[in-house]
């Protein structure tokens, strides 16, 4: 397979789209209803095992006949008309991490400690139903496979749980660093968590996020994990960001800390987190020893991390969601895909909110993944794109064989050619 070289980019700036070939139309007569059509694809994933390449479908009216090689298919099918895809044909990609509520916020890229204070605080009455509903719309258009969302309002949770055009997880957002508000926190949250464990359908669950390991006290993230496991409900924690980040675990200060909102603080950060920092501590580290990854979390970012943390959460069982334009707009670093691979660990994609990734199109994600990654197989971002984000938010994969149902939204539209 042929790929595009990684353009050279600037701070702020997108790295130009991983080009696939745009689908095309034979010149020939379109087939009526009983001719074959074989589809053909850079990466084909079917939704079982690995994905391949290249690869090709047979499809008949509205049904799926054959999967596989196109050589193969050819041999089977020899009257069929040949037509290209384009880039990818697979089951629609899941957003396994955004922030809908977000939506009507402008993007910007800043050095993530800069970013919290000055976009997402200061636009902070840009946040609320109307966004969400409008970024879970956008979601719907897109043809989006489900949605891993982190929802701060109990206002928003309830119109997000009202609509049926979402798959996915709800995750309602924690955060208070103050272990002396800990058990008050916590009962109010449980009080929202227990009556929306009512109003859950299938296809379509509940989740919990402990904001981040500096942003919740030691306290009250046991509280919530332990609540968590004990109820079945899947969690979602943002952790390891930024650089900054585990500057902070390592000396207690540095330009993180040195940009929160004091009042909003204690005035040290072992009092968040319960312990003194050292050198040798990790946010990973952290959460594994306070008992958080028994829980099994989901881990966001994880940009800024050692082997050791990468160990302990291939240990843990611990999934992982990649959000490349966001991190690379923040100043973050680069997610060490190729180790998380090689420790088993399951990893998916999200856009992130649109004010630090651009858009919700999980399709982008992939395209500016596979830039960021030249030497990766695209076959592994598009089977993360789709059955790690399923696993994450606990949807079912839909599948590509024999006797299914064809949707033209398995065509993943990507730009340019190869």
């Known amino acids: 397979m042929r790929f595009s070289a990684v353009s050279r980019h600037h701070r702020g700036a997108s790295i130009d789209p991983m080009t696939f070939s745009e689908a095309t139309t034979p010149d020939a007569l379109t087939p009526d209803a009983h001719t074959p059509r074989l589809l053909t694809c850079d990466v084909l994933y079917t939704g079982m095992g690995g994905a391949q390449s290249p690869g090709g479908v047979v499809v008949v009216g509205e049904t799926v006949a054959a999967a596989g090689h196109p050589d193969e298919l050819r041999r089977q099918y020899p009257h069929a008309a040949e037509e290209r895809a384009g880039a990818v044909i697979a ?51 897109l043809g989006a496979g489900g949605v891993g969302d982190i929802v701060w309002a109990p206002e928003v949770m309830d119109a997000l749980l009202a609509r049926e055009d979402l ?48 942003t919740v ?31 902070m675990f390592r000396t207690g200060g540095g330009p993180l800390w ?68 966001s991190n690379h707009h923040l100043e973050c670093g680069t997610f060490d895909w190729p180790a998380f691979a090689a420790a088993g660990v399951e990893v ?37 794109a789709v059955k790690g984000g399923q696993r994450v938010v606990g949807g079912r994969t839909p599948f590509l064989r024999r006797g299914e149902t064809w949707q033209e939204g398995f065509r993943w539209e990507l730009s340019r050619d190869l």
């Not at 916020?105 to 636009?123: C, K, M, N, S, T």
């Not at 306290?219 to 980040?245: K, N």
């Open 91 to 141: 089951p629609p990609p899941v957003n396994a991490h955004t922030h809908l509520d977000m939506s009507a916020y402008e993007f910007q890229a800043l050095p993530y400690f800069q970013w919290i204070p000055e976009v997402v605080i200061r636009g902070r009455h840009l946040r609320g139903v109307a966004a969400a509903q409008a970024g879970a719309d956008t979601l719907t258009r």
């Open 167 to 214: 798959s996915g997880t709800l995750y309602f957002e924690v955060l208070n660093p103050f272990p002396d508000k800990a058990d008050e926190v916590f009962a109010a949250a449980r009080t929202h968590l227990e009556r929306w464990r009512r109003l859950e359908r299938p296809g379509l669950r509940l989740g919990l996020s402990p904001h981040t390991p500096f």
């Open 217 to 247: 006290s030691h306290r009250l993230m046991r509280l919530l994990s332990d609540y968590a496991a004990g109820e079945g409900l899947p969690l979602q924690i943002h952790v390891a960001e930024h650089p900054t980040e585990l500057e």
């Open 258 to 325: 040195d940009n929160r909102m004091p009042a909003l603080y204690p005035h040290t950060l072992a009092e968040v987190i319960g312990r003194e920092p050292g050198p040798d501590l990790t946010p990973v580290r952290y959460l594994d020893e306070l008992g958080v990854l028994a829980a099994r979390p989901t881990l966001v970012h994880m940009v800024n991390v050692t082997p050791d943390d990468i160990a302990r959460v291939a240990r843990a069982g611990c999934a992982v969601v990649t959000c490349p334009r």
């Open 348 to 384: 998916a994609l999200g856009t992130d909110s649109v004010a630090s990734g651009e858009t919700l199109n999980v399709r982008e994600e992939v395209t500016f993944a596979r830039q960021l990654y030249p030497g990766l197989d695209p076959r592994v971002l598009v089977r993360a």
